[in-house]
């Protein structure tokens, strides 16, 4: 199993410049998550997903939108980016019932 | 609103010794608690977790102590080695809400010396 991974691991982009972050798993997890690491800040939670076709707001969602259309990836869209989205981003996914729980490796994003 | 606090940004500890790294939260529906290490440009990786019906887990080195009516949760590493050297964040969950979401403390900082 390659277990988490996440694309690109690195990112520049111009304010107003929209991408997308890749995560996939292969370990049939139901949940997947992004997280966001900033300085200080520990780790906070932008969107998850409990399931192909399911996600929910995490606690910080503003300026990001996700889709999960199949089990095994889990794409964060930044349609506008904005200097404040500067961060490390992580991917996770996990099983219910204290399985597995796992993160990417990260991309780290700045905006310019 | 910060739920879940680390108010320990960093720790030294002599290779060998103890290294108790404490946690505290606020939000009484929290029933399982995670310690994840993280290591510089890598994701965090999963240590040791606790369910709210136990009062201590231990895996190896590693040890979980859940106190719920302080809301307080600590890792003890004994002995401690040069490659624990991390981050160290806690992180709870409600599982009756959603298995896939966590709050994350702020980290701490521990640094293993010779």
């Known amino acids: 199993n390659a277990g988490v991974t996440q694309t690109p691991k690195f990112q520049v982009l111009k304010t107003g410049q929209s991408m997308t972050l890749q995560c996939a798993q292969d370990?049939?997890?139901?949940?997947m998550s992004w997280y966001r690491q900033d300085p200080g800040m520990g780790l906070r939670l932008i969107h998850y997903?409990?399931?192909?076709?399911?996600?929910d707001q995490g606690e910080v969602p503003n300026g990001y939108n996700v889709s999960r259309s199949t089990t095994e990836d889990f794409p964060l869209r930044l349609l506008s980016a904005a200097p404040s989205q500067t961060s490390v981003y992580f991917c996770a996914s996990s099983l219910a019932g204290g399985g597995a729980r796992l993160f990417g490796p990260g991309t780290r994003l700045t905006v310019l | 609103d910060q739920q879940v606090k680390q108010n320990s940004p960093s720790l030294s500890v002599q290779e060998g010794r103890i290294s108790i790294l404490n946690c505290d939260y606020t939000?009484?529906?929290?029933?399982?608690f995670l310690w994840y290490k993280k290591y510089p440009a890598e994701g965090p990786t999963f240590l040791i977790s606790?369910?709210?019906?136990?009062d201590k887990n231990e895996d190896g080195r590693f040890t979980v102590f859940l106190n719920k009516s302080a809301k307080h949760l600590s890792l003890h590493i004994v002995p401690s080695q040069p490659g624990d050297s991390a981050v160290y964040f806690c992180?709870?969950?409600?599982?009756?809400?959603?298995?896939?979401?966590?709050?994350f403390g702020a980290g701490t900082q521990v640094v293993v010396t010779p």
């Open positions: 939000n009484s529906m929290f029933d399982y």
């Open positions: 997903s409990v399931g192909a076709g399911i996600t």
């Open positions: 992180a709870a969950q409600m599982t009756t809400d959603s298995w896939g979401k966590f709050q």
């Open positions: 370990m049939n997890h139901e949940y």
């Open positions: 606790i369910s709210s019906i136990k």
